[in-house]
Antibody, heavy 119, light 106 residues
Framework: EVRLVQSGAEVKKPGDSLKISCKGS????????IGWVRQMPGKGLEWMGI????????RYSPTFQGQVTISADKSINTAYLQWNSLKASDTAMYYC????????????WGQGALVTVSS | SYELTQPPSVSVSPGQTASITCSGD??????VCWYQQKPGQSPVLVIY???ERPSGIPERFSGSNSGNTATLTISGTQAVDEADYYC?????????FGGGTKLTVL
């Protein structure tokens, strides 16, 4: 069974750094792209970027390029989303999602990680 | 950047057919997929590659894509189908989501 398990909710202050995780199981983690999606409170889905854990090839949405860093550690089947300096506007639910082997769509999703940034 | 446009809301009576559109320039040249998201839950893929249903998705969900518009159709809509629906396409190595449509079953 394919599973993506994300790290828990975080409460941070503006300017803090943060790294959240997404652990894959039930499939060949190194062979499938993992994407990250933001959902701000009461808003729609926004695609942030994607990584291929096998060689760490990473693509970013222009909106998020330079704002976050996506990485992966294939030795522990885990992808990461990282901020160096959080802003209040980063408050959102963040989902990881596997890209299907057969096309550019996400067939399995993590449970989401709520990040709250507040002073 | 590529944009996908969805109506903010669609209403349907139980048992009737709901149609949710997604518009984008030459969208028919791309594959489109659709996700369903219920409150407090992660999105679920309901249609991929324009019209394919993943395992476990009821047959009442179908999709099409031609010209500049993709359509998600729910036949015999049930109360359990009330949710937000998002279309998604791929352009220049990035994924693009539509703004989402809230489907109300009343």
């Amino acid at each position: 069974e394919v599973r993506l398990v994300q790290s828990g909710a975080e409460v941070k202050k503006p300017g803090d750094s943060l790294k959240i995780s997404c652990k894959g199981s039930g499939y060949s983690f190194t062979s499938q792209w993992i994407g990250w999606v933001r959902q701000m409170p009461g808003k729609g889905l926004e695609w942030m970027g994607i990584i291929y854990p096998g060689d760490s090839d990473t693509r970013y949405s222009p909106t998020f390029q330079g704002q976050v860093t996506i990485s992966a550690d294939k030795s522990i089947n885990t992808a990461y989303l990282q901020w160096n300096s959080l802003k209040a506007s980063d408050t959102a639910m963040y989902y990881c999602a596997r890209r299907s082997p057969t096309g550019w769509y996400h067939d399995y999703w993590g449970q989401g990680a709520l990040v709250t940034v507040s002073s | 950047s590529y944009e996908l446009t969805q109506p903010p809301s669609v209403s349907v009576s139980p048992g009737q057919t709901a149609s949710i559109t997604c518009s984008g320039d030459k969208l028919g040249d791309n594959y489109v997929c659709w996700y369903q998201q219920k409150p407090g839950q992660s999105p679920v893929l309901v249609i991929y590659q324009n019209s394919e249903r993943p395992s476990g998705i009821p047959e009442r969900f179908s999709g099409s894509n031609s010209g500049n518009t993709a359509t998600l159709t729910i036949s015999g809509t049930q109360a359990v189908d009330e949710a937000d629906y998002y279309c998604q396409a791929w352009d220049s190595s990035t994924v693009v989501f539509g703004g989402g449509t809230k489907l109300t079953v009343l």
